[in-house]
């Protein structure tokens, strides 16, 4: 636990302790969906707005209820579950969307959705286990 002027710091850091432990299923699905849909060299620019709906309504689904449920009241509640809120939505499924429309975006025989959606369905698992190892250091800091 950090004390002094630095105790400041352990709302935020038990926020992103708590965000690294999101919900693999509906980050899974949702990602590969956000990255199927951009994932490919022609797409949409407007796709864009369609992909974040996608991803706020997985994350709202699968982790906006946890946070909506588990955070009280006051300034460091507000830290805790804002830090908790942007380290869920964007570790757990922003990254590993982007990471799949990136290699969707280079596939040049016309199925980068398909890339995209099978590299989305494959780093999400693969961060959420690093994730929850991270998460377990920073709630030994934390404490």
């Known amino acids: 636990m950090l004390t002094g002027p630095l105790s400041a710091l352990n709302p935020a850091l038990a926020g992103a302790a ?30 864009r707005w369609l992909v ?17 449920g588990g955070v ?27 990471a799949g429309a990136a290699v969707g975006r280079a596939v040049f025989h016309g199925t980068g959705w398909l890339a995209a959606a099978a590299v989305a369905l494959m780093v999400t698992p693969a961060v959420w286990v690093l994730s929850e190892r991270v998460s377990g250091a920073l709630w030994l800091v934390a404490r």
Do not use: N
Request: glycine share 16%; proline share 5%; charged share 5%.
């Open 18 to 47: 708590m965000g690294l432990q999101f919900d693999p299923l509906t980050a899974t699905v949702s990602a590969a969906l956000a990255a199927a849909l951009v994932g490919y060299a022609s797409a949409p620019p407007s796709r």
């Open 52 to 68: 974040a709906g996608v991803l706020l309504a997985g994350w709202a689904i699968g982790d906006g209820i946890r946070v909506a």
């Open 72 to 98: 009280g009241s006051g300034s460091a509640a507000l830290v805790y579950g804002t830090v908790w809120s942007l380290a869920g939505l964007g570790v757990g499924y922003l990254l590993p969307a982007l």
